[in-house]
């Protein structure tokens, strides 16, 4: 069993994996001698500059893409901010952008800060499962909007958006589509030679590669604004890359797109024992979004009137980590934001734990995990009677 931090079982992987040993054997051979700049042109930058081809053509076969349409960044939280105010700056007098209301805090508190600028800001609702139509897009696209950005996956409760029909949609309305797919690369199918996006973003650390590397995919021939200056990336994004970051990203791009198929039934099973294991023990348990498109690695399951930091800090002290709401609001006591516009209120949205699983995980995992729970239910219960 891999450990990740003290816990004996890690089920936090859409907060960040556990690091693959391909992604650690290729990053190690970036860091010994005789590999240089990427930018410099004697023998040591060649072979850097080899070995980010390389990893670049990786992440681009992981989307059906071209290579020449991969810019690296240091994370997806960059990707997406290039993205947005690179779009942004390219569309003239168009000031509007329409969004969800669930989607990444990265995106959200861009959005509201440009809010302040002046740009205006549509924010599209999502139904009690969390799901988006793409005509609520359709219906929400108006003359002056610049961009379209969503997610295909969310983060919290792995509920998939359609993003391929929105795709038809905004490409029907000649408006640029950003689709932040952090958490979708990887582990659902996605062929870019068939989904219309102007701009996608990804991030290594979801994949089982270090944090360090993102990536935007930007279409051939769609123009976007630099965040940073430089030569850098053909001129994308400046800033001498981070080779062994990068490197492991192209690594776990390939190990993704190996067995995507095989990987994703396996942990789907996963799931479903988890979920049902859960229901049969505590038949109070709501999976939130269980009846939408999801991932097959996240399961968000509320306990009733329980405590959520009370079950996370049980499982934790008995060696099993998973998540209260997304990592990104650790520490937070304000209820998910993703939970309460799906309609939850805030006793039911604190009560909710996140299970996400990865590739090192597996059918023992499960059971140690439903075996704890009744102990644990019934600490938290006792704890607030």
């Not at 359609?162 to 038809?168: C, L």
């Not at 993703?338 to 909710?352: E, I, K, N, P």
């Amino acid at each position: 069993m891999i450990e990740k931090g003290s816990a004996d079982i890690y089920l936090d992987n859409n907060a960040t994996g556990v690091v693959a040993r391909e992604c650690m054997e290729a990053m190690l051979a970036c860091l010994r001698p005789g590999i240089g700049n990427p930018s410099s042109a004697y023998a040591a930058g060649m072979r850097a500059k080899d070995l980010l081809r390389e990893a670049r053509a990786e992440v681009a076969g992981l989307l059906g893409a071209r290579p020449k349409e991969i810019v690296f960044t240091s994370s997806g939280t960059e990707a997406n901010h290039m993205a947005i105010l690179g779009t942004l700056a390219t569309r003239g007098g168009r000031r509007r952008i329409v969004t969800s209301t669930v989607e990444h805090p990265s995106t959200l508190m861009l959005l509201r800060h440009l809010e302040k600028t002046g740009i205006a800001v549509t924010y599209l609702p999502v139904d009690s499962e969390g799901r988006l139509a793409a005509r609520a897009v359709r219906d929400a696209v108006t003359a002056d909007t610049a961009l379209v950005t969503l997610m295909w996956a969310n983060n919290e409760t792995g509920v998939l958006f359609p993003i391929p029909e929105i795709a038809e949609v905004t490409r029907a309305l000649a408006v640029p589509l950003h689709v932040d797919a952090v958490q979708a690369a990887g582990r659902v199918p996605i062929d870019l030679t068939q989904v219309p996006i102007e701009t996608l973003s990804l991030s290594g650390h979801k994949l089982h590669a270090p944090p360090g590397a993102g990536a935007l995919f930007v279409r051939k021939d769609f123009k976007i604004e630099p965040l940073l200056w430089g030569h850098q990336e053909r001129r994308m994004r400046g800033g001498t890359e981070n080779l062994p970051a990068i490197v492991g990203f192209g690594s776990a791009c390939a190990l993704a797109r190996e067995d995507l198929e095989a990987e994703s039934l396996r942990i789907g099973r996963l799931r479903a024992d988890l979920e049902r294991g859960i229901v049969e023990r505590f038949p109070a348990a709501r999976i939130h979004g269980a009846c939408a498109p999801r991932l097959p690695n996240t399961s968000n399951i509320g306990f009733g009137a329980l405590d959520g930091e009370h079950i996370m800090r049980a499982f934790d002290r008995r060696g099993v980590a998973v998540a209260l709401g997304a990592a990104c609001a650790a520490g937070a006591m304000d209820p998910s934001h993703v939970l309460t516009a799906m309609g939850l209120d805030r006793r039911a949205a604190l009560s909710a734990i996140r299970f996400s699983f990865g590739r090192y995980n597996s059918e023992a995992c499960v059971g140690r995990v439903l075996a704890l729970l009744p102990d644990i239910l019934g600490e938290v219960a006792a704890r607030a009677a």
